[in-house]
């Protein structure tokens, strides 16, 4: 599997396709398999006539695991992208991104502009414009030897996810106690590349999406019915946005026959 080093980090990537990249970037816990190909984002995309370009955050998937949470900032993680743009020589690309990865975007998009064609975040809303969690409720669920009693409904909830993706629990520990970095909405006011927030109806980690897309410049919102915020990018009426967004032609949906 193709991979690079990102300031003595091992990223793991693939990509898809040819034509204008798309880079996407999943959400915590998850990685490039669970998150865009096991519903399909790459095949989408190649039919579109793009290339999907995919990789795994450090401490996720096949990525190298670290087990500091200083080795997980934002900017660090946000810098991992910006390598894996150099290596692939993309000067600027969309980027179509999930939870986490949207809050990285966010990052890009603030402070490396000239890199972000457009910028994509789903799956993210208000809770986004509050003072974080406590990323130790997060952690200590991550690490409990009892997750049955694990009171925190959110907490329970990822680490039921991660129990699924088979993450590595201490790695996702860390980063989760590296990750917060309060927004700051006169950063928000002034992006200037056109973003568009995609929530999730039924998303009780995110909240309504409309507050995040009215605190950022310019930004389009939209809300998809039914859905929650680990099934959102399953959806086909995800793809239907982000694609008219994206200005692609309208995706393909596989049809299924039971």
Not at 98 to 122: C, F, P, Q, W, Y
Request: aromatic share 6%; net charge negative.
């Amino acid at each position: 599997m193709p991979n690079f080093d990102s300031d003595e980090v091992e990223i793991v990537y693939e990509t898809f396709g040819t034509g204008a990249p798309v880079i996407l970037c999943h959400g915590f816990a998850a990685h490039r398999r669970q998150a865009w190909m096991a519903n399909d984002w790459h095949g989408t995309l190649m039919k579109a006539g793009r290339e999907a370009v995919m990789f795994d955050h450090r401490g996720h998937g096949e990525s190298e695991k670290l087990y500091k949470a200083d080795d997980y900032s934002i900017p660090d993680m946000a810098g991992d992208v910006l390598r894996l743009m150099d290596k692939l020589n993309i000067a600027k690309a969309p980027i179509v991104s999930h939870s986490m990865g949207a809050r990285i975007t966010l990052h890009l998009a603030i402070n490396h502009s000239e890199r972000v064609e457009t910028a994509v975040l789903i799956g993210v809303g208000e809770y986004m414009l509050i003072p974080a969690r406590d990323p130790e409720v997060m952690a200590e669920a991550l690490l409990s030897d009892e997750p049955w009693n694990i009171e925190d409904e959110a907490a329970a909830s990822f680490r039921t996810f991660v129990e699924s993706t088979r993450g590595d629990r201490e790695a996702l520990a860390a980063c989760t106690r590296g990750i917060p970095l309060p927004l700051d909405r006169d950063e928000l006011a002034r992006i200037n590349v056109p973003v568009l927030v995609v929530g999730a109806q039924m998303d009780e980690l995110s909240g309504d999406p409309a507050p995040l897309a009215e605190a950022i410049a310019g930004a389009r919102g939209a809300l998809i019915p039914r859905a929650s915020h680990h099934s959102v990018l399953a959806e086909n009426l995800t793809k239907d946005v982000v694609f008219e967004f994206l200005e692609l032609p309208p995706p393909e949906h596989y049809e299924h026959s039971w």
